[in-house]
């Protein structure tokens, strides 16, 4: 299943609607980092509100994806994540560390708001 | 002639070495009981009875065995034990005094058997035959209904920790406490962290003070715990501060060499409260001292 990449002035706002195979994944991580410079964005919001389960290679993935948007030079939000998907995330050892996590869109985007406001360029 | 006995025979000379055995206690009934009731008197294992309590209580002992001794069945025997083990544990009767009283039962009927049958050794092991199993059985029927009813208020004492758990409490708009009080296990962490979780997903909160002041002691599966729960909150957009670890629990964090680093910690819950203020933008002002003093009514 293709995600939809939606561009909301600055930002760049991703909704997982359904589980997704490693391939769309992969897919995602492309469509993103390709995307990122394109319009000349300054923030990701990855919204994975609808995923129930985060195994292991999407956690990759979704780190993999932050690392590569920051080397474009844009932050990465992941937002929307269940409590029972964090709970059995941090009992799997995947911690998302370095990773910047927010409770839904909302928070996301104040979050950007937040981290992008010293840069000069307004988002939002 | 031939020495064997046939099975009926040994069947028969048997139940009529019951019934004797039966009547031999009926008829010593008193004599017994006294004897029983001394020596358990001699061994303090009546400490906190009445009299009169161990006058019945030792008649229906004696008379409860006796039955289960004529008819070879335990009904009566264990719902005595089912009874008494929710009264003694209750009243708060030690299993000692209970499983004490009942081998002191037990060999007092037993010496009197010896007595009777001193002359006869084959006649004694006989009697001894019936005689044994059926205190055996008594005994274990007594020794598991106490066992049981220690489980039971085990068991119902966890439910009632389980229910008393943990609040999570909203101080501010987006900002939760967590004080956790008591010893912390597996389950209990488990709990607290799906509570603290769904607490922070329905009020959209952006803090959480967890207080740890009450917790008792700490061991590496505790810690690892709390680093899994802070963990799984910060997954969920929220930070976490830590307050009112106490010295010891330093010490022992410190020694087991977990990794603390990406806790926030703050002294106590006051200071805890201020941190999460800072982080969410709020000050406190003082506005006015007279404030703090509330006004009189009038009456």
Known sequence: MLVPILKQSNYLIASIQSELSDDDLLRLRENLVRQVSKFRSTGVIIDVTALDVMDSFATRTLRSIAHMVRLRGAETVIVGIQPEVAFAMVQLGLRLEDIATALDLEEGLAFLDRKTKGDGRRGG | ?299
């Open chain 2, 1 to 299: 002639m031939g020495q064997k006995k046939t099975k009926e025979e040994i069947s028969e000379s048997k139940e009529a070495l019951r019934k004797e055995l039966v009547e031999h206690f009926r008829e010593k009934r008193e004599v017994l009981r006294q004897q029983w009731v001394q020596q358990m008197t001699a061994k303090g294992l009546l400490a906190g009875l009445t009299q009169e309590e161990i006058e019945t209580e030792s008649m229906t002992i004696y008379d409860t065995c006796v039955v289960c001794l004529e008819t070879n069945r335990y009904e009566g025997a264990q719902a005595y034990a089912t009874r008494m083990a929710e009264r003694g544990v209750l009243r708060g009767m030690t299993t000692e005094q209970i499983i004490g009283g009942l081998l002191t039962l037990r060999d007092v009927y037993g010496r009197s058997l010896f007595e009777r049958y001193q002359q006869d050794m084959e006649r004694l092991s006989a009697a001894l035959d019936i005689y044994e199993p059926v205190a055996n059985k008594i005994l274990s029927i007594v020794a598991l209904a106490f066992v049981e009813e220690r489980e039971k208020i085990v068991r119902q004492q966890q439910e009632a920790i389980r229910e008393l758990s943990t609040p999570v409490l909203q101080v501010r708009d987006r900002l939760l406490i967590l004080p956790i009080i008591g010893v912390i296990d597996s389950l209990r962490a488990r709990q607290l962290t799906e509570q603290l979780l769904r607490a922070i997903r329905s009020n959209r909160a952006k803090v959480v003070v967890m207080d740890i002041t009450g917790v008792p002691t700490v061991d590496s599966k505790v810690a690892n715990h709390l680093v899994q729960t802070v963990d799984a909150s910060r997954l969920m957009g929220a930070t976490v501060v830590v307050t009112g670890v106490s010295p010891e629990i330093a010490q022992t964090l410190v020694t087991l060499g977990v990794d603390l680093s990406k806790m926030n910690t703050v002294g106590d819950l006051q200071g805890g409260i201020e941190a999460a203020d800072r982080f969410l933008g709020y000050r406190v002002i003082m506005e006015d001292t007279t404030g703090l003093t509330i006004p009189k009514q009038k009456v």
